[in-house]
T-cell receptor, first 111, second 114 residues
Framework: KQEVTQIPAALSVPEGENLVLNCSFT??????LQWFRQDPGKGLTSLLL?????REQTSGRLNASLDKSSGRSTLYIAASQPGDSATYLC??????????FGQGTTLQVKP | GAGVSQSPRYKVAKRGQDVALRCDPI?????LFWYQQALGQGPEFLTY????????KSGLPSDRFFAERPEGSVSTLKIQRTQQEDSAVYLC????????????FGQGTRLTVV
């Protein structure tokens, strides 16, 4: 059974700090990896999708990397803002479209 | 509508009651997924449809859970004889393509079994 793990479960940082969220996965033949944001009481918003042939993707202040050999992905958030406070989920995206999620990291950015 | 719509947003059921949760995917989307998200956890896969065909139901936790998508559009997740452990947020997602096309999520239905 493929598994995805996220550490830490929660993180609190002051505004302006750069930070890294970690994700590890057991599937060495991972198809794609996707990062999502979830706000309280809301659905999931896709942030970045990294295909297995890629090593990283960037969108604004966000950068996600994928290292299949070590089974790890990171989400880098530059110059964090209070509006970045949310739960961040990484997920293995299989070729059927099925997503296998980690437990999430809840981020609080303090003004 | 422009996005995936789920109803009801909130449902309180007495233990033993049957419930039905509805998902309206984005028009024209081929694939539809159901996930269950317990408090403080990531979503867990329940089942997957490609048009009206249920191709994967390996995540359904028991035979009390049943999903259908008879016309390849709206889907219903039914839970019979609800138990307290069924309390969770149920998320629906749809994607335009089969395979690993980007999935769009609804806001979910929060089910509380008392």
């Amino acid at each position: 059974k493929q598994e995805v793990t996220q550490i830490p479960a929660a993180l609190s940082v002051p505004e302006g700090e750069n930070l890294v969220l970690n994700c590890s996965f057991t599937d060495s033949a991972i198809y794609n990896l996707q990062w999502f944001r979830q706000d309280p009481g809301k659905g999931l918003t896709s942030l970045l999708l990294i295909q297995s042939s890629q090593r990283e993707q960037t969108s604004g202040r966000l950068n996600a990397s994928l290292d299949k050999s070590s089974g790890r992905s990171t989400l880098y958030i530059a110059a964090s803002q209070p509006g970045d406070s949310a739960t961040y989920l990484c997920a293995e995206l299989q070729n059927t479209g099925k997503l296998i999620f980690g437990q999430g990291t809840t981020l609080q950015v303090k003004p | 509508g422009a996005g995936v719509s789920q109803s009801p947003r909130y449902k309180v059921a007495k233990r033993g009651q049957d419930v039905a949760l509805r998902c309206d995917p984005i028009s024209g989307h081929v694939s539809l997924f159901w996930y269950q998200q317990a408090l403080g956890q990531g979503p867990e896969f329940l089942t997957y449809f490609q048009n009206e065909a249920q191709l994967d139901k390996s995540g359904l936790p028991s035979d009390r859970f049943f999903a259908e998508r008879p016309e390849g559009s709206v889907s219903t997740l039914k839970i019979q004889r609800t138990q307290q452990e069924d309390s969770a947020v149920y998320l629906c997602a749809s994607s335009l393509e089969t395979g690993s096309g980007e999935a769009f999520f609804g806001q979910g239905t929060r089910l509380t079994v008392v």
